[in-house]
């Protein structure tokens, strides 16, 4: 919910400076409204690739289970943090 009301805020956002420009209003306000835009729209974007989701089973071999755990914000379930060694990848399971 919160995810969505950022995005529509950065689109918002977007779309007046877009209007501003358009309508000939004060460049110094399009153009914070541009930025503003921008940096919630491709925060949000950026937050959605770069943080995975919960695995709902173990890895297979290569991964060590690590002492990191969690309580999940959005699920309340356990969370167990493993790694692969070889190149620093961390996955998240719901235990």
């Keep these: 919910m919160l995810r969505s009301i950022v995005l529509g805020l950065g689109v ?5 400076a877009l209007v501003v420009l358009v309508f000939g209003g004060p460049l110094p306000i399009a153009f914070w409204l541009g930025v503003a835009g921008a940096m919630l729209t491709a925060g949000l974007i950026h937050e959605r690739v770069h943080y995975k989701s919960l695995a709902a089973r173990r890895p297979g071999p290569g991964w060590q289970r690590t002492a990191e755990r969690f309580i ?10 493993y790694v692969r060694p070889v190149d620093g990848e961390r996955m998240y399971v719901a235990e």
């Design 12 to 16: 918002l956002a977007l779309a007046a």
């Design 72 to 81: 999940d914000p959005e699920s309340g379930k356990t969370v167990t943090v």
